[in-house]
């Protein structure tokens, strides 16, 4: 079966415009919750939790409606972030559970994404079987009045995340003496990632701590860690962090300011945990956009690298297939499944942290694990029609593919989340690299007119 509604992560679009409007969010979760209500033994539930959007207030009712309607309690978490659901989910032995998000896009685009009761992402066949209901009709899925679901809060959400998060981080080990920037891009994160770091000893300057509804991932958060990283020299801080709207990915900076992406933050935790024999599996899984001198530090010290498509779907999916505990994209997504059923930023900036405090030396000098090589990615929007099908995009392609002539990478995809087209090329003579891109970003532009 094929999926209408379902990209790479969830259901995304425009708020209050099909498919993320409250009549499509009603459908959804009665399609959702009637295939995922087990009928026996005790009351079916489902928790949904949220990030700041405005939005927000119209998909929340309308998903807490058509749960209700077919027969499951709902339990609402309020704005937490999207790994705190996960959590949640198989923490209180829920049926299912929502995030509503549109995780690193802005305020005016908003989200649902699906969790089965094991805490992990549905897959691609089970959210294909949601939209195959939906088409179907809710006649046969909504139950007598007597049978009706039930809302309540859960008040004590946000703590039970916050002690979560702290479990991961080493008993032995404290944050005392550390300086901390922390950005949570007016998002879900915004109380839970400063009081985590202040709980564990370390010295907080908090960010973007203070959503409207509207300026969630506003010119701050891992999309624009450019604040992050100015703040973190200008406090004289020792590390800095900066979350997306919905928490799942983090991208750092050292002492000096400097950006540190997820493939760095995955070199640093493959290399502690094979020291330690934490390290399971085949490797390390990765995306098609992991650097490739991240999989050359890796081959060097014995671990392989197995890529995957974007998402961090897919990543956890390839995980569990092989057997492996760590995997995540360059853009902060990182999955440790000894932890978290999916991307967890918090997490993900702990096992740095821990590295950092048993190192006792600099960020500058701990988390730079390898030289990454040249890599320039070009977002091309457009609008309606195939652009990439155009015969002048094809050619531009076939022609930077010939210019690398195997002495580099090219990868031209869609996005799953938003309509744009993404030209990344990798290799070693950087002004190659250059060329190449924005001659194929070129020729999209023209093409989608």
């Not at 415009?17 to 995922?36: C, E, H, K, N, R």
């Not at 006792?360 to 609008?383: D, T, W």
Request: contains cysteine; hydrophobic residues 45%.
């Amino acid at each position: 079966m094929t999926r209408k509604l379902f990209g790479t992560d969830g259901i995304r679009g425009k708020a209050n415009v099909a498919p993320i409007d409250a009549q499509t969010a009603l459908s959804v979760a009665m399609a959702a919750g009637a295939l995922f209500r087990r009928d026996g033994g005790h009351r079916p539930q489902v928790v949904i939790g949220k990030d700041t959007r405005l939005s927000g207030y119209l998909l929340e009712p309308a998903l807490t409606a058509g749960f209700i309607a077919v027969g499951l309690d709902v339990v609402l978490l309020g704005p937490l972030p999207t790994p705190a659901v996960g959590m949640l989910t198989r923490s209180l032995r829920a049926d299912l559970g929502v995030m509503v998000s549109a995780s690193h896009n802005p305020f005016d685009d908003n989200g649902i994404k699906l969790f089965g009761p094991d805490g992990f992402k549905l897959s691609d066949a089970v959210e294909a079987e949601i939209e195959a209901r939906i088409d179907g009709g809710h006649d046969g899925d909504l139950v007598p009045a007597a049978r009706l679901g039930r809302a309540r809060r859960l008040d004590d959400a946000p703590g039970r995340y916050i002690e979560f998060v702290k479990s991961s981080f080493p008993r032995q080990l404290r944050l005392d003496g550390l300086k901390v920037v922390v950005d949570c891009a007016q998002g879900a994160a915004y109380r839970v990632a400063p009081a985590v770091l202040f709980e564990l000893g370390a010295e907080v300057v908090p960010l973007a701590i203070s959503p409207d509804g509207f300026n969630i991932n506003r010119d701050c958060g891992a999309t624009a860690p450019e604040a992050m990283c100015r703040a973190v020299v200008e406090q004289g801080a020792d590390l800095g962090l900066a979350l997306d709207g919905d928490a799942d990915r983090v991208i750092l900076a050292d002492e000096k300011g400097r950006p540190i992406d997820g493939d760095q933050v995955m070199a640093l935790i493959a290399g502690s945990w094979l020291a330690r024999g934490q390290l399971k599996g085949q490797g390390l899984v990765g995306t098609v956009m992991c650097n490739l001198g991240l999989e050359r530090h890796l081959n060097e010290l014995g671990i392989g690298l197995t890529r995957t498509p974007v998402g961090d779907r897919y990543v956890v999916e390839r995980m569990r297939a092989d057997g492996c505990n760590l995997g995540g994209e360059p853009s902060g997504h990182v999955v440790m499944s000894d932890y978290s059923t999916t991307g967890d930023g918090l997490i993900a900036a702990l096992q740095v942290f821990a590295v950092l405090v048993g190192a006792g030396r600099p960020a500058s000098e701990v988390c730079r694990v390898f030289e990454p090589l040249p890599q320039l990615l070009r977002n091309v929007r457009f609008g309606a029609g195939r652009p990439l099908e155009a015969a002048g995009v094809k050619a531009a392609i076939a022609a930077g593919e010939a210019r690398l002539n195997g002495h580099g990478r090219l990868l031209i995809r869609k996005s799953g989340t938003e309509p744009v087209i993404r030209v990344m090329a990798e290799g070693e003579d950087e002004a190659l690299i250059v060329t190449v891109v924005e001659e194929i970003a070129r020729s999209i532009e023209d093409a989608a007119g």
